[in-house]
């Protein structure tokens, strides 16, 4: 038995996975469920040989489906996926509920799927030739929950690292908006930061994930700035099919974060559209952002505040950019954003 079973409430993220486990459908059988209920009903009726089960489910959570299984089918092995900033919450129910491997969500990779589960698939057989043998599961579970617990560790060093980083750049931003020199009232100064501690904390759970591609780039900024029921649009596309370098690949989607996370935050509702292209030897990011007439109206009370984030951005935006230019209008602002190999500012 091969049975692979996959539960997430998401109906997009279980199609996301039939994606990545499409080349291996001949050796996986897998069945998918977007109701934990029918999930253990089928382990129950048909039995698994390993269970992957989002943690953070409404109704019937992860650790709920894992207790279950453990009790109806405790050979079958458990895969738990959890988000990254959910780390430490999941690190108990890890510990407790004999799980085989932890994978941090998000991820784009199909190995980072695959070969969980082919670990898995092994780790059963395994278990099934040895039957009729005394194991000591003991060692071999204490083992995983080291490695597990290792990860979690080596996760949260980093995370309070970043937090350590956001805290320092949140009290010079406090400390420049002191200084005289920024015509703000106290209400609006504390608008400002904690807008800004806000993006920097996004921004460094952003960087830690490192190098990515470009589809790992467009799905998490999609995600943070796609919501079209309130109001919210954004789109993302390159010109060409040519392959970005990733050090401005980085500049460029960076950029975008930082006028995306701006825009979300100061206007609420817009269009934001980037293009990603290359002219005469350098790569270039068209936008276009469109403000409604009601959203301009609603932000009149907040113009000062909305002046000094965008002059802030405009400085950020210059670390990554070697230069811009800009056309506004009463409803829209057009930018061309230029990026050159090593070109990476000092100031």
Known sequence: MNTVVIVENSRKMIDNYIRMLEACKEKIECKYFRYPEKAVEYIRREGAAVLVCELDMPVMSGKEVFDMVEIISPETV?????QVKDVRETLEIVNHSRIFKLILKPFFLSE???????????YYKLQEKKKNHSMDMTVKWNSVDKDTKKLVDEVEKKKQTYHNICKTMTGIMKGNLQCGSIELSPGEKDKVVDLFEGMFQEFMRYYMFGAQNYIFHINYLMNLFHCPEEHRVFRLRKKNNQEIPNEILENIVYTIFIIGYASREILGCYQLKAVIDKENGEYVLGLLIKVSKKTQEEQRGEKRVEETVMQMVQKMIDVFAERRLKETSEDFVAEKIYYKEGALSDE
């Open 112 to 122: 980072d799927l695959v070969e969980p589960i082919k670990s898995a698939l092994n």
């Open 78 to 82: 458990k895969i738990a996926m959890a």
